[in-house]
């Protein structure tokens, strides 16, 4: 007994870990010719995991999709990131992409590699930074008679430094927690000190060029602190990019499900004497959103239109038809309950028989005689696959 148990949990992790991966398509990357899966369509409407090969030197790899044709200056759809462990020295990777590709659709993808810094480039890294804040804060503050001052106000000041940063940082990666935020409002506060520092250092006798230096090495103080923090930890940089522009997803053909069912229609009446008819339908659906991206509720709707097989005949003995066709049709919505089972609920155009005349290739139509009556019906559902979709 002991033994079933055990190979029916080992079958379910099984069942488990292959319905996880079940998930992911693996596409191959091949960085030298820029293209995916030797040249072949990426899938469309499911997770990817992307492979390739890189040098073990390389620490970290970012994939980044956008829209074909779109600047990079913008955000991108989405962006996956590959970090090397530890004790991986492999020539391999494999990166989870979890962002669905839509089909018949092109987009542009930027493969970024980075490896670390070494000591001497990070060193020379941090002091380029402190040497640009110096000059701008040497641009910024100013010795006057009374003291010193900021040309800009101090938030001002703060975001141009923290702009600084940035863009002399843009080909660089930290560690997730030391990456630059922007410089704290403590070198804020500082900035806006300046009145009390002149105060302080001027009942001291300090003169103002003097003053101004010992001012801005206070606040460089500050920031190399701060710096200091974010260069503790690796460092990477930009080894190499590679772009791959307008690739192109598979050709998804469209869904459109045929329903054969039987339905109810209300007629007439109040609910202790209900006057209705019901006939076996059929119909088409078409789907108000993907399965691959929208919630379940929506996946599961659509709007149906289609006609009934046979006219309806009401308490009074009338049978009731439809306008022009001669048969009563219907629109409205369905909702699968089960995969292959639609619920539909909707309108039905219905007119006496006689109340229209159809002949001679024209069609007469007594728009007086025509009624909506309502509708529910049970269905079962066919997908049909039309490859009518044009690439966007």
Not at 225 to 245: H, I, P, Q
Not at 311 to 330: A, K
Not at 338 to 347: E, P, Q, S, W
Not at 352 to 360: A, E, H, I, N, Q
């Amino acid at each position: 007994m002991n033994k079933i148990k055990l190979y029916a949990h080992i079958l379910l992790l099984l069942l488990v870990h292959t319905a996880a991966y079940a998930q992911f398509e693996v596409v191959a990357f091949d960085m030298q010719n820029a293209y995916f899966n030797n040249g072949q369509e990426l899938p469309a409407d499911s997770k990817l995991i992307i492979t390739g090969e890189t040098s073990p030197d390389i620490k970290m790899i970012k994939v980044e999709v956008y829209k074909a044709r779109s600047s990079k200056e913008q955000a991108s759809l989405y962006q996956a990131i590959w970090r090397r462990t530890p004790n991986d020295a492999s020539h391999s990777y494999r990166i989870p992409f979890n962002y669905k590709l839509r089909g018949n659709t092109d987009y542009d993808f930027v493969f970024t590699f980075y490896r670390s810094v070494t000591p001497e480039e990070k060193q020379a890294l941090k002091a380029a930074l402190m040497e640009a804040i110096d000059s701008y804060l040497t641009y910024s503050i100013k010795a006057k008679d009374t003291g010193i001052r900021l040309v800009k106000p101090a938030r001002v000041v703060l975001n141009d430094m923290n702009a600084l940063v940035t863009d002399g940082l843009k080909h660089y990666e930290f560690a997730e927690q030391a990456r630059f935020e922007g410089f704290s409002d403590i070198v804020l506060e500082a900035l806006k000190r300046s009145d009390d520092f002149s105060s302080l250092h001027t009942a001291a006798g300090t003169e103002a060029p003097n003053l101004l230096q010992s001012y801005i090495a206070n606040i460089n103080s500050l920031i190399d602190k701060e710096l200091s923090y974010m260069f503790n930890g690796e460092v990477m940089v930009v080894a190499e990019k590679r772009e791959v522009s307008e690739y192109s997803t598979e050709r998804t053909p469209r869904a459109l499900a045929l329903n054969v069912g039987y339905g109810g229609v209300f007629l007439d009446g109040e609910l202790e004497n209900v006057n209705y008819d019901a006939a076996p339908y059929v119909g088409l659906s078409f789907p108000l959103a993907n399965r691959a991206y929208a919630s379940r509720f929506w996946s599961n709707a659509s709007i149906s239109v289609g006609v009934f097989t046979k006219n309806f005949t009401d308490d009074s003995g009338n049978e009731l038809t439809g306008p022009i066709f001669g048969r009563p049709y219907f629109l409205g919505v369905g909702y699968n309950i089960f995969r292959f089972v639609k619920i539909n609920a909707g309108a039905t155009a219905v007119e006496k028989v006689g109340s229209s005349t159809v002949g001679d290739g024209s069609a007469g139509v007594n728009v007086n005689a025509i009624k909506l009556k309502p509708f529910v019906g049970l269905s079962a559902e066919i997908d049909l696959w039309l490859g009518l979709r044009e690439k966007r």
